[in-house]
């Protein structure tokens, strides 16, 4: 099994790297391939919304940076992990700027999911997703809208999707702990 840890954490995120540890180590223990990707040590540009990547170059960006190369990891992937400290519910500008450049690995067309229309899928299977968030204090109102939004982002490659806060928590067994749980509430067998 593989997995692939998108760490989101900004400089001098001191939560989000413990979390980071705490998966890497919990998934490697399970016997998994893990490849961490720090996205703040990457070249990557936002998305300009062309939708080249649907029309010119199906299935790649026209833009080359390295977004490409962590869209094969994440294809090739089993397991896919979004580690961000929680902005206003929502992921770490980092990890957003990734995940909008993401868009090649839908297809163009729409097709009916639990009732919703959303797009049609590109390739023959997609990673489960994962989503490790961090937050200095309890706020169980931007907790709430990041579980919720992880399970969206599941849901547009027809996933199901799990999800965990991890509150104030600097000590690595901890981290460890709730991605031990989290990684059982997701399936994957030790």
Not at 42 to 59: E, Q, S, V, Y
Not at 141 to 163: K, P, T
Request: negative net charge; contains cysteine; aromatic residues 6%.
């Amino acid at each position: 099994m593989k997995a692939l840890i998108l760490d989101g954490s900004p400089e001098g995120d001191s939560l989000t790297p413990v979390a980071v540890l705490g998966m890497h180590s919990a998934l490697a223990g399970r016997g998994t391939d893990v490849e961490l990707v720090k996205l703040r040590e990457l070249d990557i540009a936002p998305c300009t919304g062309c939708f080249g990547c649907w029309t010119r170059t199906p299935g790649e960006c026209v833009f080359p940076d390295e977004s490409r190369d962590v869209l094969r990891s994440y294809i090739a992937s089993d397991i896919v992990v979004y580690a961000t400290p929680v902005t206003f519910g929502g992921y770490s500008s980092q990890l957003k700027k990734l995940l909008d450049r993401f868009i090649p690995v839908l297809d163009p067309r729409f097709t009916v999911v639990g009732g919703e229309v959303h797009h049609r899928l590109r390739y023959r299977r997609y990673p489960m997703t994962i989503g490790l968030g961090t937050l200095s204090a309890p706020d169980p109102d931007a907790e709430r809208l990041f579980l919720a939004l992880v399970a969206r982002n599941g849901l547009n490659v027809h996933q199901s999707a799990e999800a965990a806060v991890l509150v104030g928590e600097t000590d690595p067994l901890s981290a460890r702990s709730l991605a031990e749980r989290l990684l059982d509430r997701a399936g994957i067998a030790p």
